[in-house]
């Protein structure tokens, strides 16, 4: 359906009646990237949770914890190995009271029992090797790169409420990491602690202290991966951003030591929010992190320009996300917004909480079925390459506008998010570049249209641009039903769903000609290709 048919249609029709048609332009510079991912961008989280968390007088974590997921379920390992090199983090609140079951503990190695006066109201937990064993069984299977989160308050002694003392006693990490290299598994990067950061949640150690932990982990990696050609990644402080802290974290630590800056985000406030829905359509509210990025990236420029900076964890609401909510289709607005938000911070990784356990999983915790977060965080693996590109727009801020390199092939890809409940989008895309004129050092920048720039950069063979028709992928997601608080997801109208043997569905494409106008309907979301678009930036 074009444009002008969709007018009639809507005109006609009594249930759109209340909805508003609008045109929009979008300019898209595609000449430059402005930041660049790294190319495996989407990661996601695996808790140590027990089935008796609960928050908000339910419990939805069932048996997704690190120690107790079922790794033989075939809809995990398809859904792990859909994305061709999936992160996945293993870590969380309860990671910095993880015994590992190796070597000569200090303490027994019993699971997470409840402890009124426990850490998160929990004892410590234990990670015995056979279980470890059968987690990288999965992780070789399905191609994942791993980030374990190691725990950083081993040896120290609390001193108040929440504030924890003393060094790190490496001991029991080392004889885990030792186990692991002398098993042959491969771990991309260690991580040291959980939301220690600042005030902490729950605990807290100074950043002073921590810089120092930092540098006795990456002597550790150094000295046990000698050897190895390559060695894993050092990542810290996997807590809550604070310019002070993280600041002093690197001068600390100093050049080289560690890898990525890893930051929490949870902006959407509680799972018990009645207004989680209210806030995930507001462009205002959504905007408001983006302070974070930005002064987190000025951190880095100005403390530590070796590092780099990851989201290492992020499930909108926090206490296990809201029920109806972060599983459902409206959470994809939020999503996708931070997805594209972060990449135009300079953010090379994207971690959700969690691939599967609590409100916020991209699978269902009991039926391992994805939610429709998962499609979209399928279809951005798919589309979005690790070029980041600008896009500029003078309309309504409920259109949210990314645009990157189309991954793995000739092209741009465009992000489109309508927050609008009424309002239909006609969007009219323009590109610009930078072309010179003979009059001086002087350059002009010019706009054109988009289709014109693609039709200028294809190379065709045996045939003259004229006689072919150039065409346009469409990837447009939806609620079924209508409802945003559907749990599951339309894909160009057709609902996406597992095949009979379990396997992920093909995430097919329209295809429309470039002549044709771009639009998109309330409350929906569209990816849009244009391929073969020679961008200096894209090659």
């Avoid at 909480?353 to 279809?379: M, R, W």
């Avoid at 390459?385 to 645009?403: F, I, Q, T, W």
């Amino acid at each position: 359906m074009d444009f002008r048919t969709l007018l009639i249609f809507l005109a006609l029709c009594p249930a759109f009646s209340a909805q508003t048609i609008k045109d929009t332009e979008l300019m898209i510079d595609a000449s430059v990237k402005i930041a660049q991912t790294d190319a495996n961008y989407i990661c996601a989280t695996i808790d140590w949770w027990p089935k008796e968390k609960c928050n908000y007088k339910q419990c939805p974590w069932g048996l997704a914890s690190i120690t107790h997921l079922d790794l033989s379920h075939p809809f995990l390992e398809n859904a792990i190995r859909a994305f061709k090199g999936l992160r996945l983090r293993l870590g969380g609140s309860l990671q910095d009271q993880v015994i590992y079951g190796v070597g000569n503990l200090k303490s027994p190695c019993h699971p997470f029992t409840k402890q009124k006066d426990g850490l998160f109201g929990f004892s410590k937990g234990c990670l015995h090797m056979h279980r470890w064993d059968e987690l990288n069984g999965l992780f070789k299977k399905t191609g994942a790169l791993v980030t374990f989160g190691l725990n950083a308050l081993y040896g120290r002694r609390r001193t108040n409420r929440h504030v924890w003392v003393g060094n790190w006693d490496s001991s029991n990490a080392l004889d885990f990491i030792r186990y692991t290299v002398a098993k042959g598994y491969q771990i991309h990067s260690w991580e040291l602690g959980n939301e220690l950061s600042g005030n902490g949640i729950g605990a807290s150690v100074n950043a002073v202290q921590y810089g120092k932990d930092v540098i006795h982990l990456h002597n550790l990696i150094s000295q046990v991966y000698k050897n190895f050609h390559g060695r894993p990644l050092l990542l810290a402080p996997g807590g809550f951003y604070g310019a002070e802290w993280f600041s002093k974290l690197l001068k600390v630590s100093g050049p080289g030591t560690v890898n990525a800056l890893t930051h929490h985000i949870y902006n959407l406030g509680p799972g018990s929010d009645h207004k989680l829905v209210d806030k995930i359509l507001n462009p205002e509210y959504l905007n408001k992190i983006s302070d974070t990025y930005r002064s987190l990236t000025q951190t880095i420029e100005r403390n530590g320009p070796w590092a780099s900076a990851w989201v290492g964890e992020s499930g909108g609401a926090y206490n296990s996300g809201g029920p109806n909510v972060s599983n459902a289709f409206v959470d994809s607005f939020w999503y996708l917004d931070q997805l594209g938000m972060a990449a135009k911070h300079h953010t090379k990784v994207y971690c959700r909480q969690t691939l599967i356990g609590g409100n916020y999983g991209l699978l269902d915790t009991k039926t391992f079925v994805p939610n429709p977060d998962y499609y979209s965080a399928l279809l951005w693996n798919k589309l979005m390459g690790k070029e980041v590109l600008d896009v500029s727009s003078k309309g309504s801020p409920h259109l949210r506008s990314y645009a990157h390199c189309t991954k793995d092939r000739a092209g741009v890809t465009l992000l489109l998010i309508n927050l609008s409940n009424q309002i239909h989008y006609g969007v009219n895309i323009q590109s610009s570049a930078d072309t010179s004129f003979q009059v001086g050092e002087k350059k002009n920048q010019t706009k054109k249209s988009f289709v014109h720039g693609l039709k200028e950069s294809v190379s065709w063979v045996g045939s003259r641009s004229s006689d072919v028709t150039l065409l346009r992928e469409e990837y447009h997601l939806s609620p079924e039903g209508g409802s945003i608080k559907s749990r599951r997801m339309l894909l160009n109208g057709k609902l996406l769903q597992l095949t009979e043997t379990g396997d992920i569905p093909s995430l097919s494409p329209v295809l429309r000609s470039l002549k044709s106008p771009i639009s998109i309907a309330p409350l929906s979301i569209k990816f849009i290709v244009f391929p073969n678009f020679n961008s200096p930036s894209c090659r």
